[in-house]
């Protein structure tokens, strides 16, 4: 393992045989931590060539058991997110695609690094079960259309080590090591389409569409070479996604989103329907609806890229499953399964937000604009940081996470803002004057103001 650090450190390229090795010591423990992450660093500096990367995402999908849904009919598709600040997406496409008929088997991650996780905003649910067996997950298939679970210690053992030594030593922003810890999950769970939703932007680990594109293309490559179907989808990470931030408050508005008629319905209805400008309500969630439904058009049909037809197709059928209810009931439904408690959840979410309407002096704290001006910036990894100080995520592997804590953005970017107005709020039980004087330092320079209405980027920046 020495000689294989060396190697990697020198720049070389390690060999089929060699990744192998490490794959094998990391998932038998017979490797150390401390080689491990000398390893991980190594090729954040010296980075791995495609045929290296796709040697380490074979080697890690290897490491355990596959998935076999042979027996379960129908179109099997899944999406993946790179990670960002409020992205709570896969909440509502696993229940929205298998109500389209689509079986959608999701292995998602809990937090890493600034970055929120799907598999912690679930355990917000009281009673959620995250379960592995194959034949309650093809049951789950059968029955719901959907299942969302973590990593057992059968599924890409490998992975789930080097995940969380990742998460704690400053390696997560390498592309070979995303595209390898991405895929290893994807590929054990026997897909014929695959949509990643790329972030690209401050809160994201591709800061620049350049690299966001690399990184993209990387996972494109390397999973259709595996023959999954895969289009990426690059978007935006330069605010927080939605209204929400934190883990029980963002599974709630997955909840809210669900419902038709609701401000997140009738938001889409006028971005994609009737093509009618935004009330400020509504441009507070419009970029959460809209990359939701672009990577939900994409997971129903991939030609919709290029196919103008398909896509009013498969547009026009989500938002009919979205009106009629069967998204919301879907949803239930698939949460009821694996043993979640809906109305535990909602409870939970109507205490956060009650404390918000009122403004409770003794949980709530509001960051007020220090001048008049618009909204021009957030830094999203600045405030997924403070976040996670703040307790809703984790600065060793075994932290424990505080579901309860929660964000609320107020304006919408390039909104006009006076000054003293607040531009977010923060929710915490035990709320003291250090947590405060800490979201004020952090918020005066991550977000920006300027005295000239700032052009956004667009919400969908690339597709791949």
Same mark, same amino acid.
């Given at each position: 393992m020495n000689e294989i650090i060396a190697r990697k450190k020198a720049g070389l390229k390690l060999t089929k045989a060699e990744i192998e090795r490490v794959v094998r010591g990391v998932t038998t423990g017979e490797i150390p931590d401390y080689q491990i992450t000398a390893l991980l660093m190594a090729i954040c500096f010296q980075g791995m060539d495609v045929e290296e990367r796709s040697q380490l995402t074979r080697a890690m999908a290897e490491s355990g058991q596959r998935l076999d849904f042979s027996g379960v009919k129908g179109i099997k598709v899944d999406k993946h997110s790179t990670g960002g600040v409020g992205d709570k997406t896969s909440l509502m496409l696993a229940p929205w695609l298998a109500a389209a008929g689509r079986k959608v088997p999701m292995i998602s991650g809990r937090g890493l690094g600034f970055t929120g996780g799907t598999l912690d905003k679930l355990a917000a649910i009281p009673g959620y079960f995250f379960e592995h067996e194959q034949v309650k997950l093809s049951a789950h298939l059968n029955a719901t259309g959907c299942f969302i679970i973590g990593q057992s210690a059968d599924i890409a053992p490998a992975d789930k080590k080097i995940y969380a030594l990742r998460d704690v030593t400053a390696t997560v922003d390498e592309i070979s090591l995303i595209t390898a810890s991405i895929l290893s999950k994807k590929l054990t769970e026997d897909l014929d389409v695959l949509v990643m939703d790329v972030k690209c932007g401050?809160?994201?680990?591709?800061?620049? !569409? *350049? +690299?966001?594109?690399? !990184?993209? @293309?990387? #996972? &494109?490559? @390397?999973?259709?070479?595996?023959?999954?179907?895969? @289009?990426? !989808? #690059?978007? &935006?990470? +330069?605010? /927080?996604?939605?209204?929400? @931030?934190? %883990?029980?408050i963002e599974t709630w508005e997955a909840f809210e989103f669900c419902k038709p008629n609701g401000v997140y319905f009738e938001t889409a209805v006028k971005l994609y329907v009737k093509k009618a400008k935004l009330s400020r309500e509504q441009m507070l969630v419009a970029s959460l609806v809209e990359i939701t439904v672009e990577l939900a058009v994409a997971m129903l049909d991939p030609t919709s890229r290029t196919n103008k037809t398909a896509r009013k197709k498969a547009t026009d059928k989500l938002m009919e499953l979205w009106q009629n209810g069967s998204l919301r009931q879907r949803m239930e439904t698939w949460v009821k399964a694996q043993q979640g408690d809906v109305a535990? !959840? *909602? =409870?939970?979410? *109507?205490? #956060?937000? =009650?404390?918000?309407?009122?403004?409770?002096? =003794?949980?709530?704290? %509001?960051?007020?604009? /220090?001048a008049a001006g618009f909204f021009a910036h957030a830094d999203s990894r600045a405030i997924g940081n403070l976040m996670v100080d703040l307790g809703a995520g984790r600065k060793k592997s075994t932290d424990t996470v505080v579901d309860q804590v929660s964000l609320e953005m107020l304006k919408y970017p390039g909104e006009a803002v006076k000054k003293g107005e607040s531009i977010l709020r923060i929710y915490k039980e035990d709320l003291n004057a250090n947590d405060r004087k800490q979201v004020d330092n952090i918020c005066k320079t991550a977000l920006k103001l300027s005295k000239a209405r700032p052009k956004i980027a667009k919400n969908i920046l690339a597709r791949i």
């Amino acid at each position: 393992m020495n000689e294989i650090i060396a190697r990697k450190k020198a720049g070389l390229k390690l060999t089929k045989a060699e990744i192998e090795r490490v794959v094998r010591g990391v998932t038998t423990g017979e490797i150390p931590d401390y080689q491990i992450t000398a390893l991980l660093m190594a090729i954040c500096f010296q980075g791995m060539d495609v045929e290296e990367r796709s040697q380490l995402t074979r080697a890690m999908a290897e490491s355990g058991q596959r998935l076999d849904f042979s027996g379960v009919k129908g179109i099997k598709v899944d999406k993946h997110s790179t990670g960002g600040v409020g992205d709570k997406t896969s909440l509502m496409l696993a229940p929205w695609l298998a109500a389209a008929g689509r079986k959608v088997p999701m292995i998602s991650g809990r937090g890493l690094g600034f970055t929120g996780g799907t598999l912690d905003k679930l355990a917000a649910i009281p009673g959620y079960f995250f379960e592995h067996e194959q034949v309650k997950l093809s049951a789950h298939l059968n029955a719901t259309g959907c299942f969302i679970i973590g990593q057992s210690a059968d599924i890409a053992p490998a992975d789930k080590k080097i995940y969380a030594l990742r998460d704690v030593t400053a390696t997560v922003d390498e592309i070979s090591l995303i595209t390898a810890s991405i895929l290893s999950k994807k590929l054990t769970e026997d897909l014929d389409v695959l949509v990643m939703d790329v972030k690209c932007g401050s809160g994201a680990f591709m800061q620049n !569409l *350049e +690299d966001a594109r690399a !990184l993209a @293309t990387s #996972i &494109a490559n @390397t999973a259709n070479k595996a023959g999954v179907k895969t @289009t990426c !989808l #690059i978007t &935006a990470m +330069d605010f /927080p996604l939605g209204r929400f @931030t934190g %883990n029980t408050i963002e599974t709630w508005e997955a909840f809210e989103f669900c419902k038709p008629n609701g401000v997140y319905f009738e938001t889409a209805v006028k971005l994609y329907v009737k093509k009618a400008k935004l009330s400020r309500e509504q441009m507070l969630v419009a970029s959460l609806v809209e990359i939701t439904v672009e990577l939900a058009v994409a997971m129903l049909d991939p030609t919709s890229r290029t196919n103008k037809t398909a896509r009013k197709k498969a547009t026009d059928k989500l938002m009919e499953l979205w009106q009629n209810g069967s998204l919301r009931q879907r949803m239930e439904t698939w949460v009821k399964a694996q043993q979640g408690d809906v109305a535990g !959840l *909602e =409870k939970k979410g *109507e205490q #956060i937000l =009650k404390a918000f309407a009122t403004n409770d002096s =003794k949980t709530v704290h %509001n960051y007020r604009a /220090p001048a008049a001006g618009f909204f021009a910036h957030a830094d999203s990894r600045a405030i997924g940081n403070l976040m996670v100080d703040l307790g809703a995520g984790r600065k060793k592997s075994t932290d424990t996470v505080v579901d309860q804590v929660s964000l609320e953005m107020l304006k919408y970017p390039g909104e006009a803002v006076k000054k003293g107005e607040s531009i977010l709020r923060i929710y915490k039980e035990d709320l003291n004057a250090n947590d405060r004087k800490q979201v004020d330092n952090i918020c005066k320079t991550a977000l920006k103001l300027s005295k000239a209405r700032p052009k956004i980027a667009k919400n969908i920046l690339a597709r791949i």
